[in-house]
T-cell receptor, first 113, second 112 residues
Framework: GDSVTQMEGPVTLSEEAFLTINCTYT??????LFWYVQYPGEGLQLLLK?????DKGSNKGFEATYRKETTSFHLEKGSVQVSDSAVYFC????????????FGKGTRLSVIA | NAGVTQTPKFQVLKTGQSMTLQCAQD?????MYWYRQDPGMGLRLIYY???????DKGEVPNGYNVSRLNKREFSLRLESAAPSQTSVYFC???????????FGQGTRLTVV
């Protein structure tokens, strides 16, 4: 079945550091890929998405590119802020709509001033 | 626009008690999901409903039942709560083509 593997955390960075969180996937079809963010005490919210190969999703300074050849969707940000401290989840969904979303285990990011 | 609404937000149960977690979405979405989130385990799918009238087991269905009451509502029932069911529960929904999942705020359940 489909699966998502993302790097284990926690990740601790200083403010303005560069962030990469790795995500790779296996899928039988042509999935859409997502990054979700969860701030303390809240539900998950969509950060960015990409629906086909070579698409780049971006939002709030975060970016991720759908790489079909390496089955990857790594999350990057050039300069993190304390407010980016959260748990980040990589996810995929088959576009048929009949199968559930598949999530990675999440990566906790802490940014210190 | 309320999105996905879960109730209650917090609940404490004694072992053996039963309860139902409620979830409703106002986005006319076809698919709805229940997940549990435990420390270090990420999100694990309990049950899902691809459309009104259908439900399917996810990764960890034991000890739970669900009802897709109508297109808007998807409830999760614990018939006899156990301490192992202490967790944060999230409901989510997606529209056609699974383009994006919308999540509720979560229910923090403690079973003592």
């Amino acid at each position: 079945g489909d699966s998502v593997t993302q790097m284990e955390g926690p990740v601790t960075l200083s403010e303005e550091a560069f962030l990469t969180i790795n995500c790779t996937y296996t899928a039988t079809g042509y999935p859409s890929l997502f990054w979700y963010v969860q701030y303390p005490g809240e539900g998950l919210q969509l950060l960015l998405k990409a629906t086909k190969a070579d698409d780049k999703g971006s939002n709030k300074g975060f970016e991720a590119t759908y790489r079909k050849e390496t089955t990857s969707f790594h999350l990057e940000k050039g300069s993190v802020q304390v407010s980016d401290s959260a748990v980040y989840f990589c996810a995929l969904s088959e576009r048929s709509g009949n199968t559930p979303l598949v999530f990675g285990k999440g990566t906790r990011l802490s940014v210190i001033a | 626009n309320a999105g996905v609404t879960q109730t209650p937000k917090f609940q404490v149960l004694k072992t053996g008690q039963s309860m139902t977690l409620q979830c409703a979405q106002d986005m006319n979405h076809n698919s709805m999901y229940w997940y549990r989130q435990d420390p270090g385990m990420g999100l694990r799918l309990i049950y899902y409903s691809a459309s009104e009238g259908t439900t399917d087991k996810g990764e960890v269905p034991n000890g739970y039942n669900v009802s897709r009451l109508n297109k808007r509502e998807f409830s999760l029932r614990l018939e006899s709560a156990a301490p192992s069911q202490t967790s944060v529960y999230f409901c989510a929904s997606t529209g056609i083509m699974n383009t994006e999942a919308f999540f509720g705020q979560g229910t923090r359940l403690t079973v003592v």
